[in-house]
């Protein structure tokens, strides 16, 4: 379990014991301290766990995500990685479900289940209830890794980080998180896993997904050059790697007939 933090120690707190609390697992819980003041070191020093183990970066990333998870990652000794934000918490039994599904898949090179959101505005609680309702609909109809490769990267994402757990063989395969993607890491990286070994999607919220405070994706406005940034350099990778004609063959599939399904 590698989870980054930055400047959010008590909802880091919170992270930490849905991890702890998990059953039916070996557990190795490792903290990537990204802030400038190592605002996770005071939480840390609370938690008698051996377990658990926090890692301050000598030089904060300055919102790179993917140098902090790669960071933790490079740490991690398990067959299987899991990228809990620290601000999200994991359902009763995840762990332990999702390494089950795994084991029982060796082709699969990840799984991922759904989502829930919770938080004091009810709102953006409403709207973001209904997009990961529509989220795991569309997951339950997608057939093969194509198809989510396809619609993570052409469309609207249906998982977030802390929804998925992946096959340390298959991170390490497609060479990990792209540093050169300033957002949307998660989402590049989980499609490249689902293209190259496929995936497994659990029926069964993972994860509450926090809503309404303060983070890197919720302060993007939709033209926000970074994402931009982000989506070009996802396509560029994948022409480079698939060639001209797939990647053209991919957007049009994804766009015609995915984005209704």
Request: charge should be positive; include cysteine; aromatic fraction near 8%.
């Amino acid at each position: 379990m590698i989870i980054p933090t930055c400047d959010r120690p008590r909802p880091l707190l919170e992270a930490i014991d849905s991890v702890r609390k998990q059953d039916g697992v070996t557990l190795e819980i490792i903290v990537v301290d990204d802030s400038v003041a190592a605002t996770a070191r005071d939480v840390m020093a609370s938690i008698a766990d051996p377990r658990v183990r926090y890692i301050r970066r000598p030089e904060p990333s300055l919102g790179r995500p993917a140098l902090v998870r790669n960071d933790g990652a490079r740490l991690a000794n398990g067959r299987y990685l899991y990228f809990l934000d620290d601000d999200d918490l994991l359902e009763p039994g995840t762990l332990a479900v999702m390494r089950a599904a795994l084991d029982a898949t060796p082709s699969a090179g990840m799984a991922f289940g759904a989502i829930e959101p919770f938080g004091d505005d009810e709102s953006l609680l409403r709207q973001e209830s209904r997009y990961f309702g529509d989220a795991r609909r569309i997951a339950r109809r997608l057939r093969g890794r194509l198809e989510l490769s396809a619609r993570l990267t052409f469309l609207s994402t249906i998982l977030v980080n802390s929804a998925c757990m992946g096959r340390r063989s298959a991170f390490l395969a497609v060479g990990g998180y792209d540093a050169a993607i300033p957002i949307c890491e998660d989402t590049d990286l989980w499609a490249r896993v689902a293209h190259a070994s496929g995936y497994i999607f659990l029926d069964r919220t993972v994860v509450r997904y926090r809503t309404g405070a303060p983070s890197l994706m919720r302060s993007l406005a939709p033209n926000d050059e970074r994402l931009q940034v982000s989506y070009r350099r996802i396509h560029e990778r994948f022409r480079e790697t698939h060639g001209v004609l797939s990647f053209m063959a991919m957007k049009l599939w994804a766009r015609a007939v995915l984005q209704f399904v």
